[in-house]
T-cell receptor, first 115, second 114 residues
Framework: GDSVTQMEGPVTLSEEAFLTINCTYT??????LFWYVQYPGEGLQLLLK?????DKGSNKGFEATYRKETTSFHLEKGSVQVSDSAVYFC??????????????FGQGTILTVHP | DADVTQTPRNRITKTGKRIMLECSQT?????MYWYRQDPGLGLRLIYY???????NKGEISDGYSVSRQAQAKFSLSLESAIPNQTALYFC?????????????FGPGTRLLVL
């Protein structure tokens, strides 16, 4: 079945450090890929997405590139802020078919940024 | 006003009790979902509904049931709560149009089963 694997957390960084959170996937079809973020006490919200190979999603200084050859969608940010402290989830949905729209999530990575 | 609302936000109940969690949305989406979140396990899909007459089991539906009362309302019931159903529960909605599949989440219901 379809699955998403994220790097183990938690991740602790100092402000202005570079961030990478790894995400790899297995899928029976051709997925769309997402990063969702969950701030403390809140629900998840979409951070960025990519729908085809080599697409780069970006938002709020975060970027992720859809790499079909390595089945990866790693999240990066060049300079993190304290306000980026949250839980980050990688997810996929298959394009088309009866499963379209259902999300499969990774286990989440807790990010803590210190001043 | 929030687009996706959940009630209650927090609930404590006892083993064996029946409880209902409610979700309402004003986004006009056809599709609605119920997830539970447990530490280290991400979000797991309990049930989903692609329209009012369409209800489907997710990966962990045992012990749960749902009702889609209207396009805007999707309720999750625990018929006889047990302690391992203690979790954070999220409702989400999405459009049915390809390319607009982003899911929008409610704020969550924190459930404790004693």
């Amino acid at each position: 079945g379809d699955s998403v694997t994220q790097m183990e957390g938690p991740v602790t960084l100092s402000e202005e450090a570079f961030l990478t959170i790894n995400c790899t996937y297995t899928a029976t079809g051709y997925p769309s890929l997402f990063w969702y973020v969950q701030y403390p006490g809140e629900g998840l919200q979409l951070l960025l997405k990519a729908t085809k190979a080599d697409d780069k999603g970006s938002n709020k200084g975060f970027e992720a590139t859809y790499r079909k050859e390595t089945t990866s969608f790693h999240l990066e940010k060049g300079s993190v802020q304290v306000s980026d402290s949250a839980v980050y989830f990688c997810a996929l949905t298959l394009a088309g078919g009866t499963s379209y729209g259902k999300l499969t999530f990774g286990q989440g990575t807790i990010l803590t940024v210190h001043p | 006003d929030a687009d996706v609302t959940q009630t209650p936000r927090n609930r404590i109940t006892k083993t064996g009790k029946r409880i209902m969690l409610e979700c309402s949305q004003t986004k006009g989406h056809d599709r609605m979902y119920w997830y539970r979140q447990d530490p280290g396990l991400g979000l797991r899909l309990i049930y989903y509904s692609f329209d009012v007459k369409d209800i489907n089991k997710g990966e962990i539906s045992d012990g749960y049931s749902v009702s889609r009362q209207a396009q805007a309302k999707f309720s999750l019931s625990l018929e006889s709560a047990i302690p391992n159903q203690t979790a954070l529960y999220f409702c989400a909605t999405s459009d049915h149009i390809q390319g607009r599949e982003t899911q929008y989440f409610g704020p969550g219901t924190r459930l404790l089963v004693l």
